[in-house]
């Protein structure tokens, strides 16, 4: 069964960098059929998507509200991928979720997630 | 982007109860919505994709319905364990998430 479990710091300083990490296990990150991306609840916001890719880099999404602020990368050798996010303020707290994403045809899904990562902004 | 409105906010039933949320999108997105279930300090998990299929392993009771801009998740008879609350999200444009409806124990 597959299973993604978050990493990274939990307290970030603003205008710092936000840096996390979703170990795969129980499966190979490695796929063309599926991708890798990052979501972020908070109270206010709700669910917010922050960006996917595909193993091989390519068809690299990001939420254009966060695009100049956000790297999502994959490495296979480890069966992780990351995120990065720049510049944060207190907006930028919440907790995020690593998750696969699936499709068949045009539809796009998200399962399964990790249990996700509380990160607070703040000095 | 696509907004997504679910009603109600919240709701009280009991065990056994037929129960439906709905999910309203500002624009038309066929079937591309999906529902998701999320229990307290959990992640969300996937219930039903392409608004009406339902996901490997959750139950029969959970069912959805729709097109174009209002949809419907439907659970037939209320079980303890499906206390929680419930997004649908759309995946037409650019993945967005409605604010959810929480179902609590009546």
């Known amino acids: 069964q597959l299973q993604l479990q978050e990493s990274g710091p939990g307290l970030v300083k603003p205008s710092e960098t936000l840096s996390l990490t979703c170990s795969v296990s129980?499966?190979?990150?490695?796929?063309?059929?599926?991708?890798w991306g990052w979501i972020r609840q908070t109270p206010g916001k709700g669910l917010e998507s922050i960006g996917s890719?595909?193993?091989?880099?390519?068809?690299?999404y990001y939420n254009p509200s966060l695009k100049s602020r956000v790297t999502i990368s994959v490495d296979t050798s480890k069966n992780q991928f990351s995120l990065n996010v720049s510049s944060v303020t207190a907006a930028d707290t919440a907790v995020y979720y690593c998750?696969?994403?699936?499709?068949?045809?045009?539809?796009?899904?998200?399962?399964?997630w990790g249990h996700g990562t509380l990160v607070t902004v703040s000095s | 982007d696509i907004q997504m409105t679910q009603s109600p906010s919240s709701l009280s039933a009991s065990v056994g109860d037929r129960v439906s949320i709905t999910c309203r999108a500002s624009?038309?997105?066929?079937?591309?919505l999906n529902w998701y279930q999320q229990k307290p300090g959990k992640a969300p998990k996937l219930l039903i994709y392409?608004?009406?299929s339902l996901q490997s392993g959750v139950p029969s009771r959970f069912s959805g319905s729709g097109s174009g801009t209002d949809f419907t998740l439907t659970i037939s008879s209320l079980q303890p364990e499906d206390f929680a609350t419930y997004y649908c999200?759309?995946?037409?444009?650019?993945?967005?998430f409605g604010g959810g409806t929480k179902v609590e124990i009546k």
């Open positions: 998750l696969r994403g699936g499709s068949s045809g045009s539809y796009h899904w998200f399962d399964p």
């Open positions: 129980g499966g190979s990150i490695i796929s063309t059929e599926y991708y």
């Open positions: 890719m595909y193993s091989n880099g390519r068809n690299t």
């Open positions: 624009q038309s997105i066929s079937t591309y």
């Open positions: 392409a608004a009406s």
């Open positions: 999200q759309q995946s037409y444009s650019d993945p967005t």
